[in-house]
């Protein structure tokens, strides 16, 4: 009964146009000159590429001699798990860095040929990670691509959608191309926030660096069998820190939690998503103003440097509190242990809005 009525809620607070939830994911404003500017950068990159590949073929003999593999990864989340896996055997380097969003990231020509040369490149999907999906096509043949959304033991979640607001059922996750009857688009791409997916992550990881560079095979196992007891010691931590907060409803700007809320039993009543480059209309933000109100709300959570004033106005004159969620740890420093950090800062800020007395 319980799980219907969220349901309900869920898709009557989802107030999202495809336009506004294009632009809001990146947090950077939608340009549309930018089209243009973005179709020679993707024949500057298929430019570099190729000429990238044929160096990296001539280099193919000397990488293996010299034996560190040259590994790739898109975003921050599951560059910290590659990197804990890799631990005493090489670095991995990362794509997307600094406060970049992995939803509007685009490459520039030295990133192309850094990744054509690499010998195995991990992302997470195409639906998270938009600007990969020309990329993995011009790769040359000597990348190994890794997709760990679609690795064995990863489980997937439906995206929520729906709602009388909503034009279409549609997410961030497209970038400027059409994939709506991929597969891919039907999920939510947020997945390493559940722990047991990064479990089946670090096991895909070690299995393919394994099969590439065969000399570590077993530290590649010893490092992902250390990660996994880890994140089983995390996940139990996690349930027993949050569960008083487990009843308590909350409203998020961007839907990007629905892993984690099932892994630890939260209750979201929905999503707020907003234009960062349009200011909403007061009606509009009387409209969420009711809402967060009538579904008497704890707290609203916001994102770094997604206009904390539109959350502000939403909650302004209600009790409900706001607090800021880095989901894909845009605030975190890249490394091993980011992944961590990532999950308690989610957990503990959760937990200190939640359960202070409304
Ligand atoms: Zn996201």
């Given at each position: 009964m319980k799980e219907r009525l969220l349901e309900a809620e869920w898709n009557n607070i989802t107030f999202l146009s495809a336009n506004q939830s294009q632009t809001l994911r990146g947090k950077i404003p939608y340009d549309?000159?930018?089209?243009?500017?973005?179709?020679?950068?993707?024949?500057?990159?298929?430019?570099?590429?190729?000429?990238?590949?044929l160096a990296s073929a001539l280099a193919q003999p000397l990488a293996a001699q010299t034996g560190g593999l040259n590994v790739v990864v898109t975003s921050k989340p599951i560059h910290a798990l590659v990197a804990d896996v890799m631990k005493g055997a090489g670095t991995a380097k990362l794509l997307v860095d600094g406060t970049a969003s992995p939803h509007t990231f685009s490459m520039?020509?030295?990133?192309?040929?850094?990744?054509?040369?690499?010998?195995?490149f991990f992302r997470v999907s195409e639906a998270l990670e938009p600007f990969t999906a020309k990329v993995v096509r011009a790769l040359p043949r000597t990348v190994k691509v890794v997709t760990l959304a679609e690795a064995s033991?990863?489980?997937?979640?439906?995206?929520?959608?729906?709602?009388?607001?909503?034009?279409?059922?549609?997410?961030?996750?497209?970038?400027?191309?059409?994939?709506?009857?991929?597969?891919?688009?039907l999920y939510d791409a947020h997945v390493w926030l559940d722990p047991a997916n990064a479990r089946a992550m670090a096991r895909a990881i070690a299995a393919t660096?394994?099969?590439?560079?065969?000399?570590?095979?077993?530290?590649?196992?010893?490092?992902?069998?250390?990660?996994?007891?880890?994140?089983?010691?995390?996940s139990a931590a996690l349930k027993l820190e949050l569960a008083p907060v487990v009843e308590r409803p909350f409203v998020v700007l961007h839907d990007a939690y629905q892993y984690f809320e099932k892994s630890f039993g939260l209750s979201a009543i929905g999503s707020i998503l907003v234009d960062p480059d349009e200011q909403p209309s007061a009606k509009r933000i009387s409209d969420l103003r009711r809402k967060v109100g009538q579904l008497s709300a704890v707290c609203a959570f916001a994102e770094p440097g997604q206009q904390p004033k539109i959350v502000a106005s939403v909650t302004e004159g209600t009790p409900t509190r706001t607090a800021i969620l880095d989901p894909e740890g845009i605030m975190l420093e890249p490394g091993p242990d980011l992944y961590f950090k990532l999950m308690r800062g989610l957990a503990s800020t959760m937990k200190s809005c939640l359960a202070a007395p409304a």
């Open positions: 549309p000159s930018r089209e243009n500017e973005a179709g020679c950068m993707s024949r500057l990159l298929r430019f570099f590429i190729t000429l990238a590949s520039r020509p030295s990133d192309a040929q850094k990744l054509s040369q690499a010998n195995v033991g990863v489980t997937l979640l439906q995206r929520r959608t729906g709602g009388p607001f909503e034009a279409h059922k549609h997410s961030h996750s497209h970038g400027k191309h059409k994939h709506g009857s991929e597969p891919d688009d660096l394994a099969e590439r560079a065969p000399a570590d095979a077993a530290r590649f196992a010893a490092n992902a069998d250390a990660l996994v007891a880890r994140l089983d010691d995390l």
